[in-house]
């Protein structure tokens, strides 16, 4: 049976290649000489410190850039709320996005089911198996979860004829 893994990942060597550039742009620009704006990152998490708010939506605006530049969609950030650390001082943690929660997972089981398409679909822990008889019943199905979900930066992997 031809099947295919609907999948939700990050390329995590991209992302630290983003953080490590935002990290260099920032030591360099003159607006942010004398203030305590960095970036970091640990595990999944990237976390984005300043002086004031604006200083963290500068932050953001030049780390988003830099995920574009290197083809990493923006969509696959989770950017949490501004909290005060101390002084005048703010963090911001911005999570990115790994594996299809189950939420997310009973929704594409759901499409799936109610288009009528010849296709099953199976949450298998952090991804989507979609199987059926033909490849064009799967390559319909494809469109349609881009279509409905367009919010959500899913890829497919692991196609088997």
Same mark, same amino acid.
Request: without cysteine.
């Given at each position: 049976?031809? %099947? ?22 920032? !030591? ?5 000489? @004398?203030?305590? =704006? ?10 984005? $410190? !300043? ?9 953001? #605006? ?10 990493? #969609?923006?969509? $696959? ?9 101390? @002084? ?10 790994? @594996?299809?929660?189950?939420?997310? !997972?009973k929704k594409i089981q759901k499409l799936i089911k109610d288009s009528k398409m010849k296709v099953q679909a =199976?949450?298998? !822990? #952090?991804?989507?198996?979609?199987? @059926?008889?033909?490849?064009? #019943? ?16 899913? %890829?497919?992997n692991n196609f088997r004829d």
């Amino acid at each position: 049976m031809p %099947s295919f893994d609907t999948v939700l990942e990050a390329d995590f060597v991209e992302v630290r290649n983003a953080v490590d550039n935002t990290a260099k742009e920032i !030591g360099t620009r003159f607006d942010f000489k @004398g203030t305590s =704006a960095a970036v970091e990152l640990k595990d999944k998490e990237i976390t984005l $410190f !300043g002086d004031a708010d604006f200083q963290l939506q500068q932050v953001e #605006d030049i780390l988003r850039g830099k995920l574009t530049r290197r083809n990493v #969609d923006v969509r $696959f950030m989770d950017v949490q709320a501004a909290q005060k650390i101390g @002084g005048d001082k703010v963090k911001q943690v911005v999570r990115i996005k790994n @594996g299809i929660e189950t939420e997310l !997972g009973k929704k594409i089981q759901k499409l799936i089911k109610d288009s009528k398409m010849k296709v099953q679909a =199976a949450i298998q !822990g #952090d991804a989507v198996r979609i199987t @059926g008889a033909k490849r064009d #019943d799967l390559q319909a199905a494809m469109a349609l979860i881009r279509k409905e979900l367009a919010d959500h930066p899913l %890829s497919f992997n692991n196609f088997r004829d």
